[in-house]
């Protein structure tokens, strides 16, 4: 085995661990807040949050009510502790 490809199969092991722990840990939180929150770019968090959603790992809950912001309003996610 190549050592990039070593090096890539382990970061991606640790990002998703990293977005499992922020998931479990707290309240319902936006794919965009968990980027900010561990630092992982939010196109890594977004495949993260797939692969977590077709395995059953995490749920998600809907759009947060957000006042008077413009734009689209964040999808919440939970972990799934079924």
Do not use: C, H, Q, W
């Amino acid at each position: 085995m190549k050592l990039e490809s070593f090096i890539a199969s382990d970061l991606k092991a640790l990002n998703r661990k990293t977005v499992y722990g922020v998931l479990k840990s707290g309240e319902p939180i936006s794919r965009a807040k968990i980027a900010r929150e561990t630092g992982i770019s939010a196109p890594t968090v977004l495949k993260i949050i797939d692969y977590f959603l077709s395995k059953g790992v995490v749920e998600e809950l809907g759009s947060r009510s957000g006042g008077n912001r413009v734009g689209r309003k964040p999808k919440l996610l939970r972990f799934n502790p079924n």
